[in-house]
């Protein structure tokens, strides 16, 4: 199986810049889609960006022109770029492959105003 591990996460003031990394484990040969889930207090979880194997991205149009997505496959590892953040981006973000219902701890990330 894979195993996920997050991080990035922490508290930026709004108009502000976080980049959150997703390091990989175990068959990620396996791996066919990658994406940034987030959820808020209260909320349904919601896909915030995807990317695939072949590098074709999705994002949320709430995010897009604002978030990247992007991979090093020597690192095993997933990023999301986010710039220009709002207080409405305050979330948990989760990592996740080929959208599997397995979820990880996530990351913090806090839009202050």
């Known amino acids: 199986q894979v195993q996920l591990v997050e991080s990035g996460g922490g508290v930026v003031q709004a108009g502000g810049s976080l980049r959150l990394s997703c390091a990989a484990s175990?068959?990620?040969?396996?791996?066919?889609?990658m994406a940034w889930f987030r959820q808020a207090p209260g909320k349904q979880r919601e896909l915030v960006a995807a990317i695939t194997s072949g590098g074709i991205t999705h994002y949320a149009d709430s995010v897009k022109g604002r978030f990247t997505i992007s991979r090093d496959n020597a690192k095993s590892t997933v990023y999301l770029q986010m710039n220009s953040l709002k207080p409405d981006d305050t979330a948990v973000y989760y990592c996740?492959?080929?959208?599997?219902?397995?979820w990880g701890q996530g990351t913090q990330v806090t839009v202050s105003s």
């Open positions: 175990g068959s990620i040969f396996s791996i066919k889609v």
């Open positions: 996740n492959a080929n959208y599997s219902p397995s």
